[in-house]
């Protein structure tokens, strides 16, 4: 019995959805390392085609040639940010004392102000902060600590493993590099290949589209904060640049969520010029980002930001912490596969 218009969009609704979340959950980390080296070999073929046309060296070669090239200038933006980053994080560390006791002072102060405040019997609130923080520390001693020392085994396994799978996609990019152009061929005469190439043309142009412009964007905001706390003087300019840089990137938060209760804290401490810059860093975060994104990403995308909120709380239900990612994924990918078949 043929179905209605709406029962069969409902049924491709669900079995996309379904599809979807087997993918990501099951197929995809098997393809990760491949997806990742087909991206490098897309972003080195112009460079490595160009090679042999015009001094005819063999694909592989060039391949080999531009692996190692694009892993030199990682290596040197990398181990130059990383540098800055290490002595900010370092510089952090060793005054941890200072905002430690920075800190103690303040929560005696707030204690004081509230004993004074609602009535209570002097020392009430400190004896209440103080058994509190014996609570927490005895939490973090038998619950966190033991835990952190299997997470250190399992991170030097993890190293091990990483070190394997680049491997794997640095000799991937180069055979792919090398065939790129027989797989193509042999893509384009499978049968399959109009319908399947029309959905993955459409979410390559999404995908790309989205990332090109968060990437854009978020360093963009992360030099801007950078640039303001440098003014300000903070020996982690960086540090804090990076930080709100990848916070902007998330959708609702954005980088209000560091910047805002900073620019307060500084009022209430009565450092006017410094509320006013931070602000202001803020103001023009916002400014950058109400501006750029639209001309960056036009209608590409169509997903508003609560419905991005929205993908990122199920897919960390489903997926765990990369659900942050896989979340927006998902529901560009359905999106895109529903609003395809409906063109037809």
Not at 26 to 48: C, E, G, K
Not at 103 to 122: A, H, M, N, R
Not at 132 to 142: C, R, S
Request: overall charge positive; aromatic content about 12%; glycine content about 8%.
């Amino acid at each position: 019995m043929k179905l209605s218009k709406n029962k069969r969009k409902l049924l491709l609704t669900f079995g996309t959805i379904i599809a979807v979340y087997v993918g990501l959950k099951y197929l995809l980390p098997l393809f990760v390392p491949f997806l990742f080296a087909y991206f490098i070999a897309w972003l080195l073929r112009p460079v490595v085609g160009f090679l042999h046309r015009k001094l005819k060296i063999p694909l592989v070669v060039g391949g080999g040639f531009g692996v190692l090239l694009l892993l030199l200038v990682i290596s040197v933006i990398l181990c130059y940010l990383g540098r800055i980053l290490f002595n900010q994080v370092l510089l952090f560390l060793r005054n941890i004392p200072i905002y430690q006791q920075y800190f103690t002072q303040q929560v005696e102060i707030f204690c004081v102000t509230g004993d004074k405040l609602f009535g209570f019997k002097d020392g009430s609130l400190k004896l209440v902060v103080n058994d509190g923080m014996e609570t927490l520390i005895k939490y973090v001693q038998v619950n966190i600590l033991p835990k952190m020392t299997i997470q250190t085994i399992r991170i030097a396994i993890g190293l091990a493993e990483f070190l394997a799978i680049f491997l794997i996609i640095l000799v991937a990019t180069i055979l792919i590099i090398k065939d790129m152009e027989e797989y193509k061929a042999g893509l384009r005469k499978s049968e399959f290949y109009p319908a399947v190439h029309k959905i993955t043309q459409k979410l390559s142009d999404t995908g790309i589209a989205y990332m090109k412009t968060q990437i854009i964007l978020m360093s963009i905001i992360a030099g801007i904060n950078a640039v303001g706390f440098f003014i300000l003087k903070n020996p982690y300019a960086l540090l804090i640049g990076i930080a709100v840089g990848i916070f902007d990137g998330f959708p609702v938060l954005g980088s209000g969520l560091i910047l805002i209760p900073w620019s307060i804290v500084m009022l209430i401490q009565k450092k006017f010029i410094d509320a006013a810059v931070i602000m202001s860093i803020f103001l023009l975060c916002q400014i950058v980002r109400e501006i750029l994104e639209p001309k960056l990403l036009g209608d590409k995308i169509g997903v508003k930001p609560i419905y991005s909120m929205i993908a990122m709380y199920v897919g960390v239900q489903l997926f765990g912490v990369i659900g942050f990612f896989l979340g927006p994924l998902s529901l560009v990918i359905i999106k895109t596969v529903i609003a395809t078949y409906a063109e037809e």
